[in-house]
T-cell receptor, first 110, second 115 residues
Framework: KQEVTQIPAALSVPEGENLVLNCSFT??????LQWFRQDPGKGLTSLLL?????REQTSGRLNASLDKSSGRSTLYIAASQPGDSATYLC?????????FGDGTTLTVKP | NAGVTQTPKFRVLKTGQSMTLLCAQD?????MYWYRQDPGMGLRLIHY???????AKGEVPDGYNVSRLKKQNFLLGLESAAPSQTSVYFC??????????????FGPGTRLLVL
């Protein structure tokens, strides 16, 4: 059974800092890994999707990497802003279903 | 396009009552999913559907039933609500379940409180 773990559970940083969120998974036989953002009381918004054959994806200040062999992914956020405050979830898809981590709640202080 | 919509947005039920949550998507997606999210936790798959007329069990199916009579709609039913079913329910859809580039699109969620 696939298990997804996200560390840390919560993170608070001052504005402008670069930061890394971590996601690990137990079964490397995945189709893709996806990072989502969730604002309080809202649904999930897809940020980046890394296919199993890819190593990383970039979108603006966000960069996500994937190391299937070690079962790890990182989400790098550059020059953080208060508007980045949200919960970030990673999910791995292994053919039939997606398995989600519990999320990292990020607070960026002005 | 509205994407994925969910009805209702919020509902309070008494133990033993029944209700149906409606999910609709206008992207002509084949695959649809129902998840629940509990405080401090990720999403857990309840049921999913790979096409009109099909349904399958996910990770936590007990106490729920689903139907996919039309391609654009996926209904989640609670026959006899229990306090343990208090949660936020998310619907999602995707065009294909098995392509590596495929992403899921999520609805805004339904908050359910069972007293």
């Amino acid at each position: 059974k696939q298990e997804v773990t996200q560390i840390p559970a919560a993170l608070s940083v001052p504005e402008g800092e670069n930061l890394v969120l971590n996601c690990s998974f137990t079964d490397s036989a995945i189709y893709n890994l996806q990072w989502f953002r969730q604002d309080p009381g809202k649904g999930l918004t897809s940020l980046l999707l890394i296919q199993s054959s890819q190593r990383e994806q970039t979108s603006g200040r966000l960069n996500a990497s994937l190391d299937k062999s070690s079962g790890r992914s990182t989400l790098y956020i550059a020059a953080s802003q208060p508007g980045d405050s949200a919960t970030y979830l990673c999910a791995v898809r292994d053919g039939g279903k997606s398995t989600f981590g519990d999320g990292t709640t990020l607070t960026v202080k002005p | 396009n509205a994407g994925v919509t969910q009805t209702p947005k919020f509902r309070v039920l008494k133990t033993g009552q029944s209700m149906t949550l409606l999910c609709a998507q206008d992207m002509n997606h084949e695959y649809m999913y129902w998840y629940r999210q509990d405080p401090g936790m990720g999403l857990r798959l309840i049921h999913y559907s790979v096409g009109e007329g099909t349904t399958a069990k996910g990770e936590v199916p007990d106490g729920y039933n689903v139907s996919r009579l039309k391609k654009q709609n996926f209904l989640l039913g609670l026959e006899s609500a229990a306090p343990s079913q208090t949660s936020v329910y998310f619907c999602a859809s995707s065009s294909n379940q098995d392509r590596p580039a495929e992403t899921q699109y999520f609805g805004p969620g339904t908050r359910l409180l069972v007293l």
